[in-house]
């Protein structure tokens, strides 16, 4: 059970990215996938979330408007577009998939990332001002 996410790089500010997060050894269809990032210095914060189904989706307000979230289930792949990008927006990036992770309670602050069971390796993410 595996979460593989690439992707990212160095881009100037007001560029775009477009990071994956491939699944191996699950379906997953099965399971809401969540990003996340962590800057240096800070504590990993919840950036956007997908249903299973690619349904409903949530964004944190820094990103909203500007990161879209989706999926192709028939790849076992979920993507997140990182359009007008800003420095504030360097960070580590992480997808990460469990069973107690839904857009509802990304959207209520309510996950614990301590207890999110499968994680990407996580993929830098550096914006130039």
């Known amino acids: 059970v595996q979460l593989q996410a690439s992707g990212g790089g160095l881009v100037q500010a007001g560029g775009s990215l477009r990071l994956s997060c491939a699944a191996s050894?699950?379906?997953?269809?099965?399971?809401?996938i969540g990003w996340f990032r962590q800057a240096p210095g800070k504590e990993r914060e919840g950036v956007s979330c997908i249903s299973g189904s690619g349904a409903s989706t949530y964004y944190a307000d820094s990103v909203k408007g500007r990161f879209t979230v989706s999926r192709d289930n028939a790849k076992n792949t979920v993507y997140l577009q990182m359009d007008s990008l800003k420095p504030e927006d360097t960070a580590v990036y992480y997808c990460a998939a469990d069973t107690s992770l839904s857009v509802e309670t990304m959207k209520f602050n309510l996950v614990d990332i301590r207890y999110l069971e499968v994680w990407g390796q996580g993929t830098q993410v550096t914006v130039s001002s």
């Open positions: 050894g699950f379906t997953l269809e099965r399971y809401a």
